[in-house]
């Protein structure tokens, strides 16, 4: 007898064995689909998709795991490349977490919910050698990168060229690229835990504290690509340490007249920036301590601070305001002389209206009349021209009154009392002003140009065998620079001259010349031209010309310890004579002067 099972165990035992197979397969397929998935992504392939579309837009890393799609996707040495014929940028990441969209990578999109990330770089700079990107065809779909809820930890290092931070930052954001679209980026939160800023690989402050938020949105044109002429918009708050200026030497050059020393200090930071520039509200205040400044011979010291503010004045004007400060200024020469200024302040007051392109500029300098200042420091320098015994000087700026222009406010006095002093065996005594025009003032590090100075010399008497007594001048100086090392004063001058008590003294002190030139050179009116140079060898003069009524004078001089030589040739009336000063002695030449005088070169300045 034969026993058939019943139909409902015939069918359970099928079942069963057809459970664990589809298991099996089912997991064997997710394997498969894991291990294709991490083997693309290490291998390049998905790279490789996105390189066939764009060659301006890179993505690259080193290692990725991915237990697809249970588990976030894991890279190791992240980075992403924007490339145009403008600008190129890259951010490179040590490690990367995200929770990624791999079915949007078939649509041509890099789709990030969320990404934590750990040591990251940034460094932005142009693009040279970058052909300009074809227009795309009727087909082109760009690629689409989205990046939401961003947090990076550690941020080591922005380098945007000359000017780098290097630390420990902190970055929330999100970023949206969109190809010949545009690239927008949010940064709600920036933090800084620990970082310096550089400037060319020289740190110049010490982060103590930085909070931020910034908005990046920059748009794609045919004719420009990506403009970020207005990209970015930020505010930022900070306190930090600023070093020591000393870096600054580097960039004045070893070869430099100008050094600086010292000036750190503290600095207080609240900038807003909008559409790529300093908004309404922005500061700037920076204590700094005494700074060392060497030009030359002459050494200054002094603390210093700076306060700059941006606000609106009205709604259709800014306003700001820099004020630079030093206080108190001591400044010192050779030999241990020197003198103090109790303040010196510039203060610039910038306004633009909504129809004005550029700012609208008002600078102010204040400097406070300086204790007095011992001219015999000037000895070194200025004993084989005049050699002082004593006298003093003050420099200040000038009062400025209400109804007087702004410019009246960039002009410095320096005066003397009564200075004493040798020239050679001649006893000088004078009383000198002068009236420099700031804004003129220039400094190329190696020399100081003092274009449109005014020179007044007053009470200027000698005890030469002619003497003078009580003469007055007036000088300007159109051109006129002040070379630091060596030190060298040079300019061209021009003079009205009431008088010609110097020019008689000159050609009549030598031996063996007329004395009867005395009486006829008291000549009224006379105008005198020529350059000038003085520097340790002594004085130099070059294209002299004096003319007046009836008189002229034309030729070269050297001064130096109270010797002349040169060569002048000078008409009184029907008069004319040549006078040649050589050591050891003077010639005058009356006949044929002026073919003498054509044969005596003009000797180039030292």
Request: proline share 6%; charged share 25%; aromatic share 6%.
């Amino acid at each position: 007898m034969t026993l058939i099972p019943p139909p409902t165990a015939q069918d359970t035992a099928p079942r069963k064995k057809r459970w664990p197979r589809a298991v099996a397969w089912t997991l064997g397929a997710l394997v498969v689909l894991e291990v294709s998935i991490n083997v693309a992504l290490n291998l390049g392939a998905v790279q490789a998709i996105m390189r066939q579309s764009t060659s301006r837009t890179e993505l690259a890393w080193k290692r990725a795991w991915w237990l697809w799609p249970f588990g976030q996707l894991h890279l190791r040495d992240f980075t992403l490349t924007q490339q145009n014929q403008n600008q190129w940028w890259q951010v490179n990441m040590d490690a990367l977490e995200a929770n990624v969209s791999l079915t949007a990578l078939l649509r041509k999109r890099v789709d990030v919910q969320r990404i934590d990330g750990h040591g990251a770089r940034f460094r932005i700079e142009p693009s040279f050698g970058i052909e300009k990107e074809p227009p795309p065809g009727p087909d082109y779909r760009p690629w689409v990168i989205q990046l939401a809820d961003v947090t990076v930890h550690e941020v080591r290092e922005l380098d945007f060229g000359r000017v780098r931070f290097v630390g420990n930052l902190d970055v929330q954001g999100s970023l949206d690229i969109k190809g010949r679209e545009r690239i927008h980026a949010e940064t709600p939160s920036i933090r800084v835990v620990s970082g310096a800023m550089e400037f060319d690989r020289k740190p110049v402050t010490r982060l103590e504290r930085l909070e931020a938020k910034a908005q990046l949105e920059v748009p794609f044109t045919e004719d420009q690509g990506w403009d970020l002429s207005r990209a970015l918009s930020a505010q930022v708050t900070s306190q930090m340490e600023l070093l020591p200026l000393d870096w600054l030497n580097e960039h004045l050059g070893s070869n430099n007249a100008v050094s600086v020393k010292g000036g750190e200090g503290k600095v207080d930071l609240d900038l807003h920036l909008k559409d790529g520039g300093l908004a309404d509200d922005s500061r700037i205040d920076v204590r700094g301590q005494e700074l060392n400044v060497r030009a030359g011979p002459i050494r200054a010291r002094a603390p210093w601070a700076l306060k700059a503010s941006l606000a609106s004045e009205s709604p259709d004007t800014r306003k700001g305001t820099a004020t630079l400060t030093f206080a108190p200024v001591r400044v010192s020469g050779p030999e241990d002389t020197g003198a103090e200024v109790p303040e010196i302040t510039l203060t610039v007051l910038a306004r633009r209206s909504a129809e004005q392109s550029d700012w609208e500029l008002e600078p102010d300098l204040r400097v406070a009349r300086s204790r007095p200042l011992d001219l015999r420091m000037l000895n070194p320098w200025l004993a084989r021209t005049m050699e002082i015994d004593s006298g003093f000087m003050t420099v200040q700026s000038r009062e400025r009154s209400k109804s007087a222009k702004a410019q009246d406010s960039l002009r410095l006095s320096v005066d003397s009392d009564l200075v004493s002093g040798r020239m050679g065996s001649v006893k000088v005594l004078l009383r000198a002003e002068a009236d420099v025009d700031a804004r003129n003032m220039s400094w190329d590090t190696k020399s100081l140009t003092l274009t449109g100075t005014t020179l007044r010399l007053t009470n200027v008497s000698t005890n030469g065998p002619v003497p003078i007594r009580a003469w007055s001048g007036v000088f300007t100086l159109p051109q006129a620079r002040l070379s630091l090392s060596p030190t060298v004063l040079s300019a061209r001058f021009a003079s009205k001259l009431t008088d010609t008590q110097p020019v008689a003294a000159l050609l009549t002190s030598a031996k063996n010349l007329p004395r009867f030139l005395t009486s006829l050179l008291n000549i009224r009116d006379v105008t005198v031209t020529g350059r000038v140079q003085i520097d340790e060898g002594g004085l130099q003069l070059r294209e002299l010309q004096a003319n007046g009524e009836g008189f002229s004078l034309r030729g070269h001089l050297d001064l130096a310890g109270g010797e002349l030589q040169g060569a002048l040739l000078a008409t009184l009336g029907a008069l004319t004579g040549g006078i040649e000063f050589k050591p050891g002695g003077q010639d005058l030449h009356l006949m044929n002067a002026k073919q003498w005088f054509a044969k005596q070169p003009e000797p180039p300045f030292r």
